[in-house]
T-cell receptor, first 112, second 117 residues
Framework: KNQVEQSPQSLIILEGKNCTLQ??????????LRWYKQDTGRGPVSLTI?????NTKSNGRYTATLDADTKQSSLHITASQLSDSASYIC???????????FGAGTRLFVKA | DAEITQSPRHKITETGRQVTLACHQT?????MFWYRQDLGHGLRLIHY???????NKGEVSDGYSVSRSNTEDLPLTLESAASSQTSVYFC????????????????FGPGTRLTVL
């Protein structure tokens, strides 16, 4: 069964600190993995995308890594800001027709 | 600027009523999607369309229908609303279908919060 599992479910950190969010998946055959940021009351917005041949991708203070062998990805946030408070959703797509699975997300709270 | 909009943003209805949620995009995207988002679950696909007159069922399509009469709009209809359909509904669009890969980024609308009493 194709699944995407994210951990932790929620996380509280102090402003300025770093954090890492995890995503494990079983989608096969694999095509690509995206990380989305979803602010409260808004739709998700794409942060990064990685295909099987890429193992790291950065977008400002956000750095995503991918290990296609172990089927794991992480999203590292550097020097967190209050505006980073949001849900972060891992989305994995397979090949051969529309097969896109959304993780349940990690809810990040950044405190001053 | 191109955008994707949903209306209404909030809706309260009664069990058994028919409800239609609107989605309109000005990206000129071929692909459009409807998802529902519930606590503890990832976004789950209800229906999707790869172009005018094309519609396909997603993983949670029971009780929902869509129609695609033009490129810009994909309305979602709940034929007889049930309390289990209380959720936040997101519409999304993406550029074009690739049979082998799903690279194309989906752009999401702001969501519609639907409550069925």
């Amino acid at each position: 069964k194709n699944q995407v599992e994210q951990s932790p479910q929620s996380l509280i950190i102090l402003e300025g600190k770093n954090c890492t969010l995890q995503c494990n998946y079983t989608v096969s055959p694999f095509s690509n993995l995206r990380w989305y940021k979803q602010d409260t009351g808004r739709g998700p917005v794409s942060l990064t995308i990685m295909t099987f041949s890429e193992n790291t991708k950065s977008n400002g203070r956000y750095t995503a890594t991918l290990d296609a062998d172990t089927k794991q990805s992480s999203l590292h946030i550097t020097a967190s800001q209050l505006s980073d408070s949001a849900s972060y959703i891992c989305v994995v797509s397979g090949t051969g027709g529309f097969k896109t699975i959304f993780g349940a997300g990690t809810r990040l709270f950044v405190k001053a | 600027d191109a955008e994707i909009t949903q209306s209404p943003r909030h809706k309260i209805t009664e069990t058994g009523r028919q409800v239609t949620l609107a989605c309109h995009q000005t990206w000129n995207h071929n692909n459009m999607f409807w998802y529902r988002q519930d606590l503890g679950h990832g976004l789950r696909l209800i229906h999707y369309s790869y172009g005018v007159q094309d519609t396909n069922k997603g993983e949670v399509s029971d009780g929902y229908s869509v129609s695609r009469s033009n490129t810009e709009d994909l309305p979602l209809t709940l034929e007889s609303a049930a309390s289990s359909q209380t959720s936040v509904y997101f519409c999304a669009s993406s550029e074009r279908r690739d049979q082998l890969r799903s690279y194309n980024e989906q752009f999401f609308g702001p969501g519609t919060r639907l409550t069925v009493l």
